[in-house]
């Protein structure tokens, strides 16, 4: 009986361990997946035709949301 439950705590160490590498293995993610907007903006701005569009909305979203931050000042 002793041994099924240290292999039982044992199993449950591995699996918090294994919960921690998958939330950090996540954020890692996250971070790459911004890294890569970055990049990919970057790249249209300096002269690439495959991103422009989605360079342009974004660069459009930006406006919209300082002229909302202008407009919150203002009042």
């Keep these: 009986m002793k041994i099924l ?3 039982n705590q044992d199993l449950k160490n591995k699996l918090i361990r294994s919960a921690n590498i998958i939330q ?8 790459l997946k911004m890294q890569y907007e970055a990049l ?4 249209s701005l300096l ?3 495959e ?5 342009k909305l974004k660069i459009n979203s930006l ?7 202008i407009a919150q000042l203002s009042d």
């Design 47 to 49: 002269g690439s035709d």
């Design 63 to 69: 406006i919209r949301e300082i002229d909302y931050c």
């Design 40 to 43: 990919k903006m970057a790249n």
């Design 24 to 31: 950090t293995q996540s954020r890692e993610i996250e971070a």
């Design 51 to 55: 991103n422009k569009r989605d360079t």
């Design 5 to 7: 439950k240290e292999e």
